[in-house]
């Protein structure tokens, strides 16, 4: 909202600051020895309005007025985060001794050969092998006590007919991981995490990473006074914001979430608006106005093409601009690392809108009436995980049935390999889950709005105003400029169904796309979106 000038020159000049100078240290960072919190907030700006002169060429007073304003905020507060890490004792030994699992944890685990272990014992995946009901394994000497599967710990001693591991001799020979096994990728993406300022096994590392938030604003507004019935004001307004939230940990380890998210937005809006009094009773005011907002959302290296997760071995995530940086790495028992979901979010709005409004003062009844138009348009690109999100949970490193998220971090680890017991299955473990979707070009969505209102202010007596009205809204479908949307209809139960594609696309359908679909049960048609 602005407002006019006037005939005299009137203005305001501002300044507000505050400063963790003043402010008392956080109580997690008290707590781990770090230092104070940063905050620095410095809000400025100035109003001036008045009238249009120009000195020899034109005199506005009385008829023609301005009123413009610029505010600028600049903030930056450290956000206190609490996250758990790798501990010094894994990362000091190579990433070969997880013996603080067991220390740091208390529970039991019992497995299908009745043994018995502690809470945060790492199971070997090359282990894995099933067993009988009854029947004595093979590896151990134990007797099954249903049929299923198991899997062996890491154990420096003889398995043979050891059915407790919670003995103090016992876990003094667990979680002792071979060097060999473990892969020299995840160890260099491991060794990403920062050193941990607390010697805990969880809630290991206190950071205040600092927030940036710069906003300007301005805005202008120029009123004109054709006559004593005929007025027009002009605007246009400008925002621009520039956002940094970063992660928990330095450097591409990172960390950040996807919301706030860090970026820049710009919104401008201008407005033509002009009221004509055609009787005391009977005034009209028409309105067009534009309105365009550009927010885009980045994640750490964004636009860096110079393939950052290859130094990973990761190979196949699309270089283009927008996407860089590394996938998001989420492993039990840790802090996520690597860039967020969701990310990179580039979205735009851009409306045209129209409005009338006319009003009529009839008697003891206030009439008013209109319409409204918009045309919007809303080009995205929001893809969920363009650079993929990967998922250890502990789920091949612990007792089978009975996942250990603790122990995500030596799945992380572990190069999956051929058995090493009799009967066992090989190349278990690995990642668990992985979820990934391609980065596809801007969908550039429009839809047409159209309002109508009726309205009446029936002032009944001096006591009673009845406001009645009736309002028509309807929305237009909403479509994509270049029909770039297809749609999938899952079948009954979930089995088979239809995917939708738009004919004018059609042939641009992979084969290997359609052999696919048809391998699932999953019909092809083609629509023209209706």
Known sequence: TTKSGTNQLHGNLWEFVRNDKLDATDYFLNAAGAKKAEYRQNQFGFTLGGPVVIPHLYNGRNKTFFFGYYEGTRIRQGSTTVSTIPTAAERGSGYTDFQDLIAGQSGKRTDLLGRTFPLGTIMDPATTRPVTSGQADPVTGLVATANGDVRDPFYQGSLNGVSDFTTSANVALLNMIPASRLDPNAIKLLNLYPSPTASSLLNNYTSAPVNMDDNNQFGIRVDQDFSEKDTMFVRYLLTNTTNDFPGPFPGLADGQPNRPGSGTTKAQNWALSETHIFSSSLVNEARIGYSRLHDVRLQLNGNSTTDIPSQFGIQGIPQVAENGGLPRFTTGGLTDIGTAQFLPSDKWSNTIQATENLTKITGRHTFKGGFEFQNIRYPMLTPPNSRGQFYWNGVFT???????????????????????????????????????TNIAPFADLRRNYYGLYAQDDWRVSPNLTLNIGLRWDFYGKANEHFNAISNFIPGQNFQGGTFLFPTSRAGEVPPGFLIQLALDGISFSKSDGD
Do not use: E, H, K, W
């Not at 017991?421 to 690995?430: F, K, L, M, S």
């Open 398 to 436: 612990s007792v089978v049935n009975q996942t250990d998220g603790s122990t995500g971090r030596t799945q992380f680890l572990l190069t999956p390999t051929t058995t090493s017991v009799p009967g066992g299955i090989d190349n278990v473990g690995g990642m668990n889950q992985l979820v990934a």
